[in-house]
Each structure stands twice: as structure tokens, then as C-alpha cells.
């Protein structure tokens, strides 16, 4: 294993407007997101590491590397270490790591559950307003 993570992934935002006319970018939801487990909890180096830049740019490599920009995110290989350099003008982003929890995923719009039939249940109970107990 590497002791510094290098990236695996950079996922491009897409411009989109959803409900009231709301503009916004969307990193997940139109590409393949397999590699993210949707549950996140803070776990060892056998982790998955992604970060979201907000705003700026970084370079995640021990030695040059592509400069990465906002609306981007970057999923990362496992290693012992991380390594972020802001640009000249700095960078924020959002970084989640964690172990996933290897469970089958039924994902449908806002809602994720383990299985087809869980998830049809959970939208028929919105339909009745019994979802949220």
C-alpha cells in the first residue's frame, strides 16, 4: 500500500436547477458513484477518502500533480496519508472519509435502503405521510 493516497477519481459537477428554480452544481447523482459507499464513518486506512472543493484549487499529489478546481471532487486510493497543496489563492473543501459498510444499496432519488422492496416501502409510506415516525 502506498503511504500517500493518490487520486483514483476526479469527478466533474454538472450545472443543473432543481425545485424552486434553485441553480446549483451536482457531483452526484448523474455520474456512476459506485466507488462512494453512501454511509460515512470515520475508520481506519482501509478507508474511502473523497473531498469536494467548494471553492479555489489544490493539487493533491506529493509532487506536482493537476491542479484540481471548484466543483470537483476527487476520490483517492488508499494509503496512510493525505496530501492537499491550496493554489496561490487557496482552496476550501469539504473532505469525508470512511470504512464502507459492504450492505447492498437500493438507492431512489433522496431515499437509500438496503434492498428494491425497502425502498418501494419507504416511498409508499411518503405517499401515505407515515415515513417520517
Known amino acids: 500500500?502506498?503511504?500517500?493516497?493518490?487520486?483514483?477519481?476526479?469527478?466533474?459537477?454538472?450545472?443543473?436547477?432543481?425545485?424552486?428554480?434553485?441553480k446549483l452544481v451536482r457531483v452526484f447523482g448523474y455520474h456512476d458513484t459506485k466507488d462512494f459507499d453512501p454511509f460515512l464513518m470515520l475508520d481506519a486506512f482501509d478507508s474511502t477518502l473523497f473531498v469536494?472543493?467548494?471553492e479555489g484549487a489544490a493539487r493533491f499529489a506529493a509532487e506536482g500533480?493537476?491542479?484540481?478546481?471548484?466543483?470537483?471532487?476527487?476520490?483517492f486510493n488508499n494509503g496512510k496519508k493525505f496530501m492537499a497543496k491550496a493554489a496561490d489563492k487557496g482552496v476550501r473543501?469539504?473532505?469525508?472519509?470512511?470504512?464502507?459498510?459492504?450492505?447492498?444499496?437500493?438507492?431512489g432519488g433522496p431515499i437509500v435502503m438496503n434492498t428494491k422492496e425497502e425502498l418501494e416501502l419507504a416511498f409508499k409510506e411518503i405517499d401515505e405521510n407515515k415515513f417520517i415516525k
Do not use: N
Request: aromatic fraction near 6%; proline fraction near 4%; avoid cysteine.
Open 1 to 22: 500500500m502506498s503511504e500517500i493516497r493518490t487520486i483514483r477519481r476526479i469527478i466533474t459537477g454538472t450545472r443543473t436547477q432543481d425545485g424552486a428554480g434553485v
Open 93 to 107: 473543501f469539504l473532505l469525508l472519509e470512511g470504512k464502507p459498510v459492504k450492505e447492498p444499496i437500493a438507492w
Open 65 to 75: 500533480g493537476e491542479l484540481i478546481t471548484e466543483k470537483h471532487a476527487v476520490l
Open 52 to 54: 469536494y472543493i467548494i
